[in-house]
Structures are given as structure tokens and as C-alpha cells.
């Protein structure tokens, strides 16, 4: 049986979260909290665990609220926690009196949790009037009940929550502490993968660096990689693109509702013109620039640019090196399906679309370099992932741009790293992938060898974390130079990449082949 379910909030294989702990000692003293997460972060899964880590102390009672009311109002606010206790809020006139009739009942905990998910539907009512807001007046009632009896008050949402903060205005908030859940890690990726090792098929390195990559570490995404892993009984890295591929189309709306948790556009356009801005940069921006970039008149929900990087960090699209308060604030975006959605070119031309889709992708590489690193072993620092991972991202890159991509496909004389096509399109493109100083001098020849009938384009994308003395010079001189190839050099003072060169050769069949090689250093960030 697949013991993955991305879907399901109760996953058989438990990631702890190290928040838990401190958490839970918050809740237990009678405090309160907020987690500040998007769609697919795992909220519900860390209340769940929370619940259950909760329910073995002693004299403690855990409530855990899965959404809010169908029609939200303050008296249906009460009914649903007191079905959830088990008992009436007949009589109660707040949920003060309500704790209190419940905990004097013979047999009663001395404590409770409440735990509540989604918080974002009970700030749906903004444009309601002032004095009907049903959400907020529930949430200031229960504040106001923590502190008379020992209760410990949890909510999770996203944007939500700074609509209660500014929108309604909100007593619990303004005491609550705020913690964020961040994407897994490797080492939590890998616990998360067990399953796979007790059928005896360890999920190797690649899969994993390449799940990573097309999930971000995003929990419900990651988990939906290794469900569709499980049911294919492959633990190939090369399926990672079509699977991803896959949940691009059968699933738009999770996609963008994922969107709306971090960036509602009745609310604030900031969290989007912001995180647009992280996207292009590739570079620490000015904190002048990431005001401007939240200033609009026309948002009802004013943010400022703390309030967006901590929604994009709970969104898991980027990630905060030093302070948010610095002169410059370095924000990487987090390598995923969500960081790599762009617009394809409007080139006409199969070749010209083909290599500027791709210059696309390079730069977004660049933009990324700090997710194509992991951890050495001993004395070894940092490494490049493998090749492999970097046609990943290139399959995943360039299907979210139109074509149709298949990785390590037959072609020619060989097996081609990327072999691309276009819908209702005639012709193909061929990709190889390599890093500079392993076995890459061949690496012309070997596209040539695949150049048969229907090829029309190819690409050379080469790779190094190093600072190489005269590069684009020993490349030719390595490279190209001993195959008797015409070069031209393109300009890229417009690119990252450190050279870009067009080489035509005559091949032995008469036909010419149409070869650029991309020379690309990806930066220790």
C-alpha cells in the first residue's frame, strides 16, 4: 500500500517540526500563537501533531478546529467549539462563560488547547460593517477568556492573518506569538523517503537533489513526489519532470490557491509585485526598493515589505539570509515548480524560441544558484549537484514553457541529456549538460552524433562553480577548436551567463549542424 497521501493531513511517515516543542510549552502555560504558513506548508499536519503531543499530558484537554463555521457568525463561532467539547452553548452568552461551565463539570481538565486551522476563512467578512465582524469578535472573545482561565489559544493561516491585524484589528493577535513553517530540508526529505529503503529501493541522491528541486521542499508537494515515485516502483530521477509535469495540469486550482494564501489580489498586490521582483533580481535589493515595490494605492491591505518576505518565507518561495532590516536584504527565491513559471518567447522561429526559452532558464539558474549546492563530506566543502539535477531543472523549466521535454531519450547515436519538441510544430532541439572538467571536451562531437533527421536546433549548456582564469578562450581552445567549427561569439552583457557561442559545422552527410554552447559559473551564495 503507497504510505504517501499528499492530500491527507494525517501522513503515515511523521516529519517532527522543531517548533513542536516550544509551541506546545506556549499552549500549556495558558499563552497564545500564530503560525503563519501557505497552502501545502503543512499546517494542519503540524496542528495535528501538536494535538497529539498535547493529549499524553496530564490534565490537559486539546480541541483542534478544522475550519470555521459555513455561515460565520460569533453564536455559530461558540456552537462549534462547544459540539467540539462535547457539550451546549445554550445559556453562554461568550466563551467565557462557556470554558468556565465546561471546566467545572465533575471530572473536567484542568486545561485547554484550542487549536484552530485556517484562520484566513474567519477574516472572509472584511467588507462587511464595522460592527459585524463576526471573526475578529470571536477570536477578541476568546483573548479576553485566555486570560481569566487557563486556556492556550493556537490559529494557523496565511494573509489572513495580517487582515485580522489590520483589516479588523485583532486583541489575540496583537499578544500572539508568530512562528513560521519552513520548507523541509534535506535530512527532513530523506526521513520523509524511509518507506522507499524498507522495500529495499533506496531513493538515490539524484531523485532526491531533483525532488527538491521541482517541489522546493514545499511538504505537499515533496509528499506528492513520492506518492507518484511509490506507484511507479521507480525510484528514477529521470520521472521527476513528467511527475511534476503531471501535477501542473491536473491540479491548476491547488495551484492557485496556493497563490492566494500568500498574495490575494482583492487584498494586496505587494506579496506578488515583490516576489516578482526576488524572481528577476537574482541580487540583494534595497529596502527602498522593496517599499515601492508594496506601495499602491489601490490595495485595501496595506504591507509593509517585513510583512511580505515573512508571507513569501510561509509560502516557502524564498528564503532570508541575515535581517530583513539590513541596508540590503538578500532574498533567494526557493527552486520549484513555483519559481520557475514565466512566458515563453514570441519568437517565430522553432531555433530562436528555442534558445532564448532557454537563456530564460539560465538566468533563472543563475538567479537560483544557491539550490544547486549540497553538503561535501569531511574536509569537502560545498559540491555541485550532478549534472543530472541540472537537466532536471532544465526538463522542468522549459515544459513550464511550452515544450515537451524527454530526458535521456534515444536519439541519434546516443542517449541525448534533453531531447525537446513543440506541439503541432515540426522539429527538434537536443541539450547536453555538463560540468566543466568532467569528461566535457567530447562534448561538441557528442551533439553532432545525434544531429539526424528533424534536429534543427542544439544547445551545449556547461557548468562550473569555479572561477576559471580566460574560460571562454580554453573552452574554445578544448572544446571547439580540435572539430574545425565555425565560431561567432554572442554579446551578453544583457545575460549571466559568462559566454555564449554559436558554432556551425559541416556534417559528414553534407547537412550543417547549428550548435550554441552556454558557459555558465553558478555562484557560492
Known sequence: ???????????????PRAQTEVVLSRLHRGGSAVVLAGRGMGKSV?????????????????????????????????????QALGTTAEGALDSAQLVDRYLRQDGAPRRLILLYDELDRYARTVRTSETDQPGRDYFNDLEATRKDYPVG???????????????????FLSRAEQFLL???????????????????????????????????GIPALTTYGLERLWELESTDGQRIPEIFAAFKRQHRQYLDTV????????????????????????????????REACRHPGDPLSLDYGDVVELLQAAGLVRLIGSVDADMVRLQPITS???????????????????????????????????????????????????????????????????QAEREAQYGAGRTDLKLSLADTEGIALVEVKIWGRKHETVHRQIESYWSHGVVAGAVVMLTDEKVADWTHRYREKCLDPYCVEVSERDVADLPVHAELNCSSVLEDRRRAEIDHFLLRILRR
Not at 496530564?58 to 459555513?70: G, H, I
Request: hydrophobic residues 40%.
Open 259 to 290: 497563490r492566494r494564501s500568500f498574495a490575494d489580489e482583492q487584498l494586496s498586490g505587494a506579496p506578488q509585485r515583490v516576489w516578482e521582483l526576488v524572481r528577476r533580481s537574482g541580487r540583494p535589493l534595497s529596502r527602498d526598493e522593496l
Open 46 to 82: 503540524f496542528l495535528r501533531q501538536i494535538e497529539a503531543a498535547a493529549e499524553v499530558l496530564e490534565d490537559v484537554r486539546v480541541v483542534r478546529l478544522r475550519t470555521s463555521p459555513p455561515e460565520l457568525s460569533y453564536r455559530s463561532c461558540l456552537d462549534a467549539l462547544a
Open 153 to 171: 489559544i493556537l490559529a494557523a493561516g496565511g494573509i489572513g492573518v495580517f487582515v485580522f491585524r489590520d483589516i479588523l484589528g485583532s486583541s
Open 1 to 15: 500500500m503507497n504510505p504517501y497521501d499528499w492530500q491527507g493531513d494525517r501522513p503515515q511517515i511523521e516529519v
Open 337 to 403: 515548480i513555483l519559481s520557475l513559471e514565466g512566458s515563453p518567447s514570441t519568437s517565430p522561429s522553432f531555433r530562436e524560441r528555442f534558445l532564448q526559452d532557454l537563456r530564460t532558464l539560465l538566468a533563472q539558474l543563475h538567479a537560483l544558484s544557491a539550490d544547486f549546492f549540497r553538503p561535501g563530506s569531511g574536509e569537502i566543502g560545498k559540491q555541485l549537484v550532478p549534472e543530472s539535477v541540472f537537466s532536471a531543472f532544465l526538463a522542468i523549466g522549459l515544459q513550464g514553457l511550452g515544450w
Open 182 to 216: 519552513e520548507n523541509f530540508t534535506r535530512d527532513e526529505a530523506r526521513r520523509l523517503a524511509k518507506p522507499f529503503a524498507e522495500r529495499e529501493e533506496v531513493l538515490p541522491e539524484d531523485t532526491l537533489e531533483s525532488l527538491l528541486l521541482a517541489s522546493g
